[in-house]
């Protein structure tokens, strides 16, 4: 366990409750680029494993790690699976497509000797007749005619073009729980010995496939979460399932927008927040949240108010995929979505819908009682001795606007809680007076002040999963 030793010196009213996750990549591949994207705001690193060979993630975990310790700020490493490479394969030129014209596609097939467009996943395993197939981002839509030896034919709704390894969505098809490819277990097996904390699953269908990776993670002897990533119609038809089974949950918009209409995209990231909040279950909203600034120095007014929705309607991360893997203003696109989550959580007009908790654990009732007294006495903070995690997310899906301390002796657990919403974590060493301690270090640290009142909630065996039992209400000095 590395203690954090350092803080950044900002007074805790100043901390935002909503966290920002920042994909890296090209534009911002370096010790120094990092530590930046850090600085601005950045609680969750996403590596995007579609791209890049293992050797580089290696280097780029090394650099997060000891950007996260100079900074003070623990931060969540996410691997997100490639998941099924439904895609075209290779061909020359441009395939021009009139409406009503038959189309056939074959896995890894030659086009130019044999008429079949390639695909880079064998689809003629999956499809079945009457299902739709979406290309190039939904700009040609097909349905399949039949199923042959091997060869897909499809007829196209609607003229347009296709260019090589451009995307391929079906919505209607039932994967049956193939989603984890070779290179998926390949790259699950890298992660089980590097410093992950969280694995994103691609194409997630129903709440097995959170069951399966589970399953293959703990047989790799890793202690990463999962985050289901939603961007099929199947997950969408089984959200409240998967929302259960999950660590947190990615409204995953891309693939989303073109699988299902594009118009129910919002109601469905409505729909999965609040599912979040009722199970404590960490949402994030991901694809295109700053797109504009890919290329330009700032945000569309609308990209302004997306982000500001998501804060306003209760979610615990917003994420930057493009804005910071490729673009040209990558530390700008994070310190522009800070500033709009503090101006949206200071002036926000209400409070994110906030739902009655079915479970009735002794944890549930600590964390609903330990609120109701910060809230009722004006508590600067909240301060949670946890080894899990569990209490800390319990507190922050009620979504209390007083922010959140967790002390913890782990790490992983500390890290985890990094993209959760209002919580701030710190590792300790396994001590009964951890939470005392923590305070007065902040105290010094000027993250904390005298005066300030503080609701704390520990247990009685510390470092033990689960034995939170007391509160304690405590005036710094």
């Known amino acids: ?59 780029q975990i090394k650099w997060i790690r000891k950007a996260s310790a100079v900074y003070g700020k623990p931060v969540a490493i996410i691997q997100d699976l490639q998941g099924p490479k439904i895609r075209l394969g290779d061909f020359d030129g441009i395939v021009n497509v009139a409406k009503g014209q038959v189309l ?42 039949s199923v042959r030896e091997g060869i897909v034919h499809v007829e196209a709704e609607n003229a347009g073009i296709l260019i090589k390894r451009k995307g391929m969505n ?22 089980s010995v ?52 999950s660590d947190a949950v990615m409204i995953a918009r891309g693939d989303l927008a073109v699988e299902t209409p594009a118009e129910s995209v919002p109601i469905v990231q409505r729909q999965i927040i609040a599912l979040g909040l009722q199970y404590a279950t960490p949402t994030i909203v991901a694809t295109q949240m700053l797109a504009s600034m890919t290329d330009m120095p700032e945000p569309t007014r609308a990209e302004v108010s997306d982000v500001a929705t998501a804060v306003l309607t209760g979610a615990d991360c917003v994420m930057l995929s493009d804005e910071t893997a490729n673009g040209s203003y990558p530390i700008e ?29 002794r944890q549930s ?8 007294l910060a809230e009722n006495i004006a508590a600067k903070a909240i301060v949670v001795e946890t080894q899990s995690g569990a209490t800390a997310l319990q507190i922050s899906s009620r979504r209390s606007t007083i922010p959140v301390i967790a002390v913890t002796s782990n790490a992983r657990a500390a890290q985890q809680l990094a993209i959760v919403h209002g919580t701030k974590s ?15 270090w902040l105290r010094k640290s000027k993250v904390l002040h005298k005066g300030d009142v503080v609701v704390t909630a520990s247990g009685h065996y510390p470092g033990v999963v689960g034995t939170t039992d007391t509160i304690k209400v405590r005036v710094l000095e």
């Not at 703990?218 to 998967?242: D, L, Q, Y």
């Not at 009732?365 to 109701?372: D, E, L, M, R, T």
């Not at 710190?426 to 007065?440: E, F, N, Q």
């Open 170 to 191: 079906l919505p209607d098809t039932d994967f049956g729980g193939d989603i984890i490819t070779p290179k998926d277990r390949a790259d699950l097996i890298y992660g």
């Open 104 to 145: 056939s596609f074959k896995y890894q097939a030659d086009y130019a000797a044999s008429g079949h467009l390639p695909t880079q996943y064998d689809l003629a395993t999956k499809v079945k007749r009457g299902e739709r197939i979406y290309l190039y981002d939904g700009k040609v839509r097909t349905t399949v005619t």
């Open 194 to 245: 590097q410093d992950i904390d969280y694995v994103a699953l691609s194409f997630v269908q129903t709440a097995d496939d959170i069951t399966n990776l589970r399953g293959l993670l703990k047989g790799m002897n890793s202690s990463a979460n999962i985050i289901a990533k939603v961007e099929t119609t199947a997950a969408v038809e089984n959200m409240e399932a998967i929302v259960v089974a």
């Open 426 to 440: 710190y590792t300790r060493p396994v001590d009964a007076m951890a939470a005392t301690k923590l305070t007065d």
């Open 1 to 59: 366990m590395k203690q954090t030793d350092t803080a950044p010196n900002v007074p805790l009213k100043n901390f935002k409750r909503t966290k920002i996750i920042a994909t890296v990549g090209p534009a911002t591949n370096s010790y120094e680029a990092i530590l930046s994207l850090i600085k601005a705001g950045t609680n969750g690193i996403r590596l995007n494993f579609s791209h890049g060979n293992h050797e580089e993630r290696t280097e």
């Open 365 to 372: 009732a600590i964390s609903k009682a330990v609120i109701s």
């Open 333 to 361: 696109s994070v310190q522009i979505m800070k500033r709009v989550i503090r101006y949206s959580e200071s002036h926000a007009p209400f409070a994110p819908s906030t739902y009655d908790h079915e479970d009735t654990s």
